[in-house]
């Protein structure tokens, strides 16, 4: 079990400097974050993208900026969980929460901030009938072990990068007995270099290359034995085969945020303004996830709701201490 | 200029095939997606207008000319789901004076 005074649940910039704001207070973090590294939709989605919005950076890359604050926060040495979503939250004895990831892996504090931005990110699905049905029998949204490939038929669908590497993969390392691309375009937008490898493999032979067409449908009894295929001119037809992976990238849903007993408003999480508290005490929303009357959606309204979130939190863990804001021009910034 | 004369019509038929006629400001900076949020009426912008989701997505109906399609709005389209001829990203497309009377409906939700 892992223990700290504060559980971040979102290492997104948000999630990231509250750890700072804390770590004056002397409080100690530990970030969860379904994603394998910090920075959330900064890194995940939009990294080399400029910000003109953070004070004193009149241009700031979002990748830059999940830099500077794993610098700024440093001295705090902040704990993580990546790469596992949080599940559950649940209220133990002496006023503390655990909460438990995906994985299983516990966290133990008194007091947890959301910092969830958008929520968990989740595979795109394809609008194609039965899919869910046939998830893990057959259908797979990720490739995690291209081993469990071998010797396989397998049809995969998208144009992204994702979509182009894995089928090279799987057929130049003769993983796959026969791979199937299938994509709504003529043309890719892929790097240029897997682009023309498919190509390649493609004239070939060794990819069966289905472009202006769409996966509509999935056949089989208990798992995966065929997918429809509807073409833009020559329509339908069936294709055998034992799975179907579409790789449509990431979007990001509120997913166990909206079970955890807190009010939603909006699919966003309803907070009081005085210190960004949930209906739960001792559970606190900032950023993106919460929603208020005159609620903004930026980095840096985001920055000052964590500032005050750990200020009530402070108050909740000492209640006998007193505590007066300090500034880091004075007293400099004395790490753990 | 009055204020009048920086507004224009536009038209969104929503996914129960309403069709709802919006005034929206041409000296805002604003695109279609932001003013249908401004209505209320029923796009997400997940992305928040950077051409990175395609919740926004939607068919243009009307014959009017709009300014071509950057290779971010294009690549979006690439990987989005419900996409025909007339897709576009309601994100990507800027209020002005030349759009003003377009009519585009919103694509199906699920992207």
């Known amino acids: 079990m892992i223990e700290t005074d504060i559980i971040i649940i ?3 910039p948000v999630g990231l400097f509250t750890v700072f704001e ?17 920075g959330g939709q900064l890194t995940e989605i939009y990294p080399k993208k400029p910000i003109y919005d953070i004070p004193g950076y009149p241009t700031v890359g979002a990748g ?51 910092a969830g931005g958008l929520g968990v990110f989740e595979p795109r699905k394809p609008p194609v009938e039965h899919l869910e049905i046939f998830e893990d029998k057959g259908v797979e949204y990720i490739i995690k072990d291209p081993e469990f490939y071998r010797g396989k038929k397998v049809v995969v669908a998208g144009g992204g990068d994702s979509a182009l590497d894995w089928s090279i993969f799987l057929v130049e390392n003769k ?12 043309s890719f937008r892929g790097h240029l270099d897997s682009v023309q490898k498919v190509m390649d493999l493609a004239d070939s032979g060794k990819i069966n290359l289905i472009t202006e067409a769409e996966v509509t449908g999935i056949s089989g009894e208990d798992v995966v034995n065929g997918v429809t ?5 020559q329509g339908e037809f069936t294709k055998e085969c034992d799975h179907f992976v579409p790789l449509f990238g990431l979007k990001p849903s509120l ?76 007293n400099g910034v004395n790490g753990f | 200029m009055t204020e009048e004369e920086n ?22 900076s604003m695109n279609i997606m932001e003013v249908c949020k401004a209505y209320e009426l029923p796009v997400e912008g997940r992305c928040g207008g950077m051409a990175m989701c395609a919740t926004c997505q939607c068919y243009l109906e009307s014959d009017t000319e709009l300014i071509d399609q950057s290779d971010s709005e294009l690549d979006m389209l690439d990987e989005a789901f419900f996409v025909e001829d007339n897709s576009r990203l309601g994100c990507q497309i800027p209020i002005t004076k030349e759009i003003d009377g377009i009519t585009l409906r919103l694509a199906p939700e699920g992207n």
């Open chain 1, 10 to 12: 979102g290492a997104g």
């Open chain 1, 22 to 38: 804390a770590g004056l207070l002397k409080l100690k973090c530990h970030l969860i974050d379904s994603l394998p590294q910090p």
């Open chain 1, 64 to 114: 830059e900026l999940v830099d500077n604050l794993m610098e700024q926060i440093k001295p705090f040495t902040p704990k993580f969980t990546l790469g596992e979503s949080a599940v559950t939250i649940d209220e133990v004895e002496d006023d503390k929460f655990i909460v438990t990831t995906n994985k299983g892996t516990q966290h133990k504090a008194p007091i947890v901030i959301i």
């Open chain 1, 175 to 186: 993983i796959v007995s026969e791979l199937s691309l299938v994509h709504r375009r003529k």
């Open chain 1, 229 to 233: 295929i509807k073409h833009k001119t």
């Open chain 1, 255 to 330: 997913g166990p945020i909206g079970d955890w007993g807190l009010e939603i408003e909006k699919n966003a999480i309803k907070v009081d303004t005085e210190a960004y508290t949930t209906n739960r005490p001792g559970i606190y929303a900032i950023g993106d996830v919460n929603v208020y009357p005159g609620k903004l959606k930026l980095i840096l309204c985001g920055f000052h709701e964590g500032t005050i979130a750990v200020q009530s939190a402070f108050a909740k863990i000492h209640p006998d201490k007193k505590n007066v804001l300090k500034y880091t021009t004075v």
């Open chain 2, 7 to 28: 507004m224009v019509k536009v038209y969104i038929i929503d996914r129960d095939d309403v069709k709802h006629e919006l005034d929206a400001p041409t000296d805002m």
